[in-house]
C-alpha cells in the first residue's frame, strides 16, 4: 500500500512515468492524473491503471505551457486533494542545435518549474496533515557537466540543485521534497543512445526503488549506487582531472 493517495505525473506515455503510474495503479492509489503529448500512448497507460481498480485522468499538454499546466494541476486538485506530484516530464537534446538546447530548457527546467510551483501553492494553503509531497526527476548526468550531453546535464544539474534547496526550505511546512536522480533506464531517450549505458535496468524496477524511497521520504533518491559514488567523485576532484576523465569517455554519435 501506499501513503499516497491522489498522485499526479507529468510525462506518464512511457518510461519511468509510465512505470511509476502503472505501479501506484497496484498498490493503493485512488486517483492517478497523467499527462503526456502522445494520445496513442497515454491512453494505452490509462486503459492498464484503470485495470488495476484506480481512477485514471488523462490530459494532452506540453509542460513548458505554464498557464496549461497550472489549470490542469489546479483542476486536478479540485477533483481530488493530490498528495504526490511528481514532476518527471523530460527530453533529450539529441544534436546540441540552437533550437534541441532551447527545447531542452524549456521541457527539463521550465516544466519542472511550471508543475512544481502551483503544487507548492496548492499545498501551503493546505490545513490538513494529509501527504504532501513533490518528486523532480533530475538524473546521475546532473552530478557533473558531461561534454556527450551538454544541455541534458546542464538541465538536470540545475532541476537537481534547485529541489535539493527547495527541500530544506519547505521543511518546516511539512511538505516533502525529493529529487530523482536515475541512471541508464529503459526508456524512448535511451532507446536513441549509442554510448554505452552500465547497469542498465528497466523502467519498472526504477520505479520500484522509486516509490519505496518517497515512501520513506529520503530526499536525494540516486541510483545505482557504483553509478551514484562514481559521478559523485568525479564532482569533487580538481576539475583537470574530471575533464581529463570525461575526454576519455565514449560520446554519443
Known amino acids: 500500500m501506499t501513503k499516497f493517495k491522489n498522485i499526479l505525473i507529468t510525462g506518464a506515455s512511457s518510461g519511468i512515468g509510465e512505470a511509476l503510474a502503472l505501479h501506484y495503479a497496484a498498490i493503493g492509489a485512488e486517483n492517478i492524473f497523467i499527462c503526456g503529448r502522445n494520445a496513442d500512448r497515454l491512453e494505452q497507460v490509462a486503459q492498464r491503471c484503470s485495470a488495476k481498480g484506480v481512477k485514471v485522468h488523462t490530459q494532452i499538454l506540453d509542460v513548458s505551457d505554464k498557464n496549461t499546466v497550472l489549470n490542469w494541476i489546479n483542476e486536478a486538485n479540485t477533483q481530488a486533494p493530490l498528495n504526490l506530484v511528481i514532476a518527471n516530464a523530460g527530453v533529450a537534446t539529441l544534436q546540441e542545435t540552437p533550437d534541441n538546447i532551447y527545447n531542452t530548457f524549456n521541457i527539463n527546467v521550465f516544466g519542472v518549474l511550471n508543475t512544481i510551483h502551483p503544487t507548492l501553492d496548492i499545498y501551503q494553503n493546505r490545513k490538513d ?3 504532501k509531497a513533490i518528486a523532480i526527476l533530475s538524473s546521475i548526468a546532473g552530478y557533473h557537466g558531461l561534454a556527450a550531453c551538454p544541455s541534458y546535464s546542464a538541465s538536470k544539474a540545475c532541476v537537481k540543485a534547485y529541489g535539493e534547496a527547495l527541500r530544506a526550505a519547505y521543511l518546516k511546512q511539512n511538505i516533502q521534497i525529493n529529487v530523482i ?52 567523485a568525479l564532482s569533487i576532484v580538481p576539475n583537470c582531472v574530471s575533464t581529463y576523465i570525461y575526454s576519455k569517455l565514449p560520446h554519443k554519435v
Do not use: Q, Y
Open 181 to 232: 536522480c536515475p541512471g541508464f533506464v529503459k526508456s524512448r531517450i535511451t532507446d536513441k543512445n549509442t554510448c554505452p549505458m552500465p547497469f542498465f535496468m528497466s523502467a519498472e524496477k526504477a520505479a520500484d526503488i522509486i516509490a519505496s524511497r518517497l515512501e520513506r521520504n529520503v530526499g536525494l533518491i540516486a541510483f545505482p549506487w557504483p553509478m551514484r559514488f562514481a559521478t559523485w
Open 129 to 131: 496533515d494529509s501527504p
